[in-house]
Each structure stands twice: as structure tokens, then as C-alpha cells.
């Protein structure tokens, strides 16, 4: 393969950060994509799932396109309340039609709860469908320090491999 022709894959970071709704305003925890009954909720201009938008800002930032805050600003009142899955695909469509396929993306999130383990693969399974891509996600605990350790939030942070579409020869 000539050195014009090689393809060099390009990584992002997306970090995101989640405060928990006051007590006196409670709303639907959404995390990983998905609903957590029982859960206190995050705050946010959106749904608030830092897993999905921590994803979808190393998306952006893999393919050099600014960042959620450039596609979906708290400005633009269709994405209010918007699911963190919604802006995954997008910010996927988005990505592809500036010429770039998408290798994977890694998301890990710190949080004290709810335990994810056992909802792995159902949210791994929703984030890939909606980036059509796979999508891993790890849990962590900050050992109770810091304000995930107080219970104040929920932080995510992502990496993304994309990579330029290969152009295909004519025949
Ligand atoms: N919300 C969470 C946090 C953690 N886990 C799982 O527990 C493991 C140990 O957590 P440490 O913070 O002590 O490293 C971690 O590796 C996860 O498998 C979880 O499921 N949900
Ligand atoms: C997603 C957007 C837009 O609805 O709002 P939030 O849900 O507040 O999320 P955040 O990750 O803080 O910022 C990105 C915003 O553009």
C-alpha cells in the first residue's frame, strides 16, 4: 500500500459530568442508556446519562468535529430532555458523513451506584446499537472520595477510535 493510500486511525476523549437533581425536583436516573428504577436521577439540559454523552464527545473530538456542545447546545431546545442514546446516534451520523467509520468506543463511568456489573451487556447492547458500533462500558468506584465518593455525581469518561473511510478503487 503506498503511504498516500495508508489509513490512520484517529482516537478522541470525551469526559462528561452529572450532578444529582435536587431532592426537591426528583426525576428518572438514565445511565448507560438505560433506566434505573429506584435510582435518584441526574440533572442535566438533556437525560443527563454522562455514559452516553461521554461517548458521543469522544466521537467528536476523535474526528477533530468540536464537541457535544457544538452539535447539541442547551441552546437548541429539541434536544431538552433529548435520550442520551438519541445524541449517541446522532453525533455517530454525524461522524460518518464527514468521512470517517467508527472503530469502537470505550466508556467507564465512577459512581458509587447503582452496580452496573450485572447490566453490562444490556447497556453495552443499546449503546452499540445506537452508535452502530461496539460500545464497552467499565464501572468504577472512587473508593468515597471526591464528590462521586460523596454521592454529588456521576463523571464518564470515553475514548473513540475512528478512522477515514477507505476510498474504494473504481473498477
Ligand atoms: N457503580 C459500580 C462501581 C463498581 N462496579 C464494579 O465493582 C468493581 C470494583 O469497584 P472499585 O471501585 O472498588 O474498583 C468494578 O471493577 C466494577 O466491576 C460496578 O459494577 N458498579
Ligand atoms: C446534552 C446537552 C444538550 O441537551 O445538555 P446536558 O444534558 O446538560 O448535557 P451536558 O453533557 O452537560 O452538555 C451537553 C449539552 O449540549
Not at 131 to 142: F, G, L, R, W
Request: charged letters at 20%; aromatic letters at 6%; proline letters at 8%.
Amino acid at each position: 500500500m503506498e503511504p498516500a493510500e495508508m489509513i490512520i486511525p484517529r482516537t478522541g476523549i470525551g469526559l462528561d459530568v452529572h450532578a444529582y437533581a435536587p431532592e426537591d425536583q426528583p426525576c428518572p436516573l438514565w445511565l448507560g442508556g438505560l433506566l434505573w428504577p429506584g435510582e435518584r436521577g441526574l440533572a442535566g439540559h438533556s437525560d443527563g446519562d454522562p455514559v452516553a454523552h461521554a461517548a458521543a464527545d469522544a466521537l467528536f473530538s476523535a474526528a477533530g468535529l468540536g464537541d457535544l456542545g457544538t452539535h447539541f447546545g442547551t441552546d437548541r431546545p429539541e434536544f431538552a430532555g433529548a435520550a442520551g442514546t438519541t445524541l449517541l446516534a446522532e453525533a455517530a451520523r454525524i461522524v460518518r458523513a464527514a468521512g470517517f467509520e467508527i472503530g469502537n468506543i470505550a466508556v467507564q463511568f465512577v459512581a458509587n451506584r447503582p452496580k452496573f456489573g450485572p447490566r453490562r451487556e444490556e447497556s453495552q447492547q443499546v449503546l452499540s446499537d445506537a452508535a452502530d458500533a461496539p460500545v464497552s462500558v467499565t464501572a468504577t468506584t472512587s473508593d468515597h472520595l471526591g464528590f462521586t465518593g460523596r454521592g454529588e455525581g456521576i463523571s464518564a469518561v470515553a475514548t473513540a477510535l475512528v478512522y477515514p473511510r477507505p476510498h474504494l478503487p473504481i473498477s
